[in-house]
């Protein structure tokens, strides 16, 4: 599985977007973008995955550059409940599903 | 509701005792999964399970074991044998076909006093 790279912590102001960037230049063709996000003291929770074209759903947007080196995960309105530590994960299928979470971007709302 | 219970939440044991987490989910996933999380660390795979009554080894499983007797329910059992058993205990269950996104429960905080 590719490795990826994302910063180590953002901050971002309440009601305005964050913009959580990750690279993955030796991402292969059948690989995955995945991004999870977990809160002080709780489970995983998954917000979004990709394979080549952008992604929206109910908490997030994803955007995955053309040649899927770098995606964005996008949260359009940030809340408070949103700080967390955000992990770009990317993966293909394998027999054994195992995720391999690394360091991960600590997002920081502020008020 | 569907989803992924662990219980429970927190657990107080002695050195020297086994205890064993629950993992239920009814999600209807086949393979299920372990990962142990320490203090500002990412999670290790412990052991997983792709169907009913089969199951590997993950990265750190010595001082572990598991059951799969039904697809609902993936049992660890941490063993007196595992030296550092103080941590935070996740458990998953997968999708199947495509991405195959993993899907965690809330987590057991373990505690050898």
């Known amino acids: 599985d590719a490795k990826t790279t994302q910063p180590t912590s953002m901050d971002c102001a309440e009601g305005r977007a964050a913009n959580l960037p990750c690279n993955h230049s030796?991402?292969?063709?059948?690989?995955?973008v995945y991004w999870y996000r977990q809160i002080h003291s709780q489970g995983p929770q998954y917000i979004i995955h990709?394979?080549?074209n952008n992604e929206t759903n109910e908490m997030a947007s994803l955007i995955i550059t053309e040649d899927r080196k770098s995606s964005t995960l996008i949260l359009p309105h940030a809340t408070l409940r949103d700080t967390a530590v955000y992990y770009c994960?990317?993966?293909?299928?394998?027999?054994?599903?195992?995720?391999?979470f690394g360091q991960g971007t600590t997002l920081q709302v502020k008020p | 509701d569907g989803g992924i219970t662990q219980s429970p939440k927190y657990l107080f044991r002695k050195e020297g005792q086994n205890v064993t987490l629950s993992c239920e989910q009814n999600l209807n996933h086949d393979a299920m999964y372990w990962y142990r999380q320490d203090p500002g660390q990412g999670l290790r795979l412990i052991y997983y399970?792709?169907?009913?009554?089969?199951?590997q080894k993950g990265d750190i499983a010595e001082g572990y074991s598991v059951s799969r007797e039904k697809k609902e329910s993936f049992p660890l059992t941490v063993t007196s044998a595992q030296k550092n058993p103080t941590a935070f205990y996740l458990c998953a269950s997968r999708t199947s076909g495509g991405a195959d996104t993993q899907y965690f429960g809330p987590g057991t905080r373990l505690t050898v006093l």
């Open positions: 030796t991402i292969s063709g059948n690989e995955y």
């Open positions: 399970s792709q169907i009913v009554n089969d199951f």
């Open positions: 994960i990317v993966k293909g299928s394998s027999n054994t599903g195992k995720l391999i």
């Open positions: 990709g394979l080549k």
